[in-house]
């Protein structure tokens, strides 16, 4: 075999120099080919592991994400209370019996955050109610649990003080002379109550213009249908509630705390300041900032303030100064400091206007006949809501040549907007008619 013909051949082939330069070639093409192709599979075995990592990766952000957990449907009132409240039966509405005062009164009400608007007005009420030595319970109604009961007690320090008794998410509430919801939610547990006591409905705006039109929306809705009588926070919501559902109702006016919210700057103001909440939709965020950024630019020489939320993730086309929430105190010291404030209310009007006329600030609001139907309209300057009016709104008040004869005849007008009036005029109704109905 050593040297058979092939062998030979062979050894004889690669002496001639062509040949052997040929065989050497053909010999580095193969070898070079496995070489590729080893590579090529170890290409293929990598891709496969990425991909196969890849597949975990996304698995971890689904779970993450909780994109493979289950779906549910959130439902602000318990289940029960919606499948029990058929409007379309009357509700018991039976009046304390012998009812003298002073009354025994039950407040359901949602868990309250820490300074919420709305819940410092009801248990404004609540404290002035007590006052004039009526008993309150407040039975805190959250049927998602969002707050426990520690944190609402805690949280409750922020808060008009209460000599109440509490409740959480209570199964039974006790027989009263006069029980109040206090929002849409709320409605859904007074209107299934079996006990005496008469029911009443706390209404500070018409919630369902804060859901999409759909099943919250109609839900919200369907409230103003259930036959209380209705307690509303200005005029506007009386005249709706009464000219759309036929709800009874009466209104009381805002009012202010004078003993916080006073005109003490009565020297020129440079400064101007904007309710800026873009959680809350209904007060008109995008819109106030596209009016502030054309005034801007026609009047840099003013200086622009944010109150009501942080906003500092924003991206804001002009220079201002972000106070995000703010104390009582610090709100009063800060109102004096500006010539006039843009406040937007799309739906019913909000407490910052009337607190700005208090201190000499001039309020730019939007015109509706929700934020005219208010006791003190003269006092504020009205505006087409796009951006080109309420900028130019805004610099006539900074500009006006009796500025200070404004925000001195404004701040004494607000004097007769006091929450004692307002509060009076409940517990009057309840007067009236509770003993009445005894």
């Known amino acids: 075999m050593k040297n058979s013909p092939t062998r030979v051949v062979a050894r004889t082939a690669r002496k001639v120099p062509v040949v052997g330069k040929y065989v050497k070639s053909h010999q580095n093409l193969k070898r070079t080919a496995l070489e590729q192709k080893n590579e090529i599979t170890g290409l293929r075995e990598a891709v496969d592991r990425l991909e196969k990592r890849n597949e975990v990766w996304a698995d971890e952000v689904r779970e993450l994400r909780g994109e493979n957990q289950a779906m549910h449907i959130i439902w602000p009132v318990k289940k029960s209370d919606l499948i029990a409240a058929d409007w379309r039966k009357p509700t ?7 009812a003298k005062a002073p009354f025994t009164i039950n407040w359901v009400v949602p868990s309250p955050g820490r300074g919420s608007g709305g819940h410092t007005d009801i248990f404004r009420t609540i404290h002035y109610l ?20 520690e944190t609402i007690k805690e949280n409750l320090k922020s808060f008009p003080t209460l000599k109440a008794e509490l409740f959480y998410n209570a199964a039974k509430m006790e027989d009263c002379d006069a029980i109040f919801a206090t929002n849409w939610f709320t409605a859904y547990p007074v209107y299934n109550f079996k006990g005496t006591g008469k029911k009443y409905y706390y209404v500070q705006d018409f919630e369902p213009f804060f859901e999409a039109v759909g099943t919250y929306y109609t839900l919200a809705e369907s409230t103003y249908r259930f036959g209380f009588r209705g307690l509303t926070l200005g005029r506007w919501l009386t005249d709706k509630l009464s000219r759309e559902y036929n709800m009874t109702c009466d209104y009381f006016e805002l009012g202010t705390e004078q003993d916080i919210y006073k005109y003490t700057n009565k020297k020129p103001r440079k400064k101007i300041l904007f309710y800026a909440r873009p ?12 009016a502030l950024e054309l005034f801007h630019k026609q009047h840099p020489e003013y200086e622009i303030h944010f109150l009501g939320w942080d906003t500092s993730r924003y991206d804001i086309p002009f220079p201002y100064v972000n106070h995000g929430i703010m104390s009582v105190e610090e709100l009063n010291e800060l109102y004096n400091e500006c010539v006039a404030g843009l406040v937007i209310s799309f739906t019913n009007m909000s407490l910052t206007p009337l607190e700005m006329l208090a201190t000499g600030c001039i309020p730019i609001v939007n015109n509706a006949e929700h934020t005219r139907a208010v006791g003190y309209a003269e006092k504020l300057k009205y505006a087409a809501p796009t951006p080109t009016a309420l900028a130019e709104a805004l610099y006539e008040v900074v500009t006006a040549k009796d500025a200070k004869a404004q925000a001195a005849s404004a701040a004494e007008y607000t004097q007769k907007f006091q929450w004692d009036a307002s509060n009076a005029k409940i517990e009057q109704i309840l007067l009236d008619e509770l003993s009445a109905s005894s």
């Open 92 to 98: 018991t509405n039976k009046p304390g019996k012998n």
């Open 130 to 149: 007590e006052s004039k030595g009526h008993t309150c319970r407040v039975y805190f109604y959250d049927a998602l649990e969002s707050l426990s009961f």
């Open 279 to 290: 959680v809350t939709p209904r007060r008109g965020f995008e819109l106030g900032v596209l």
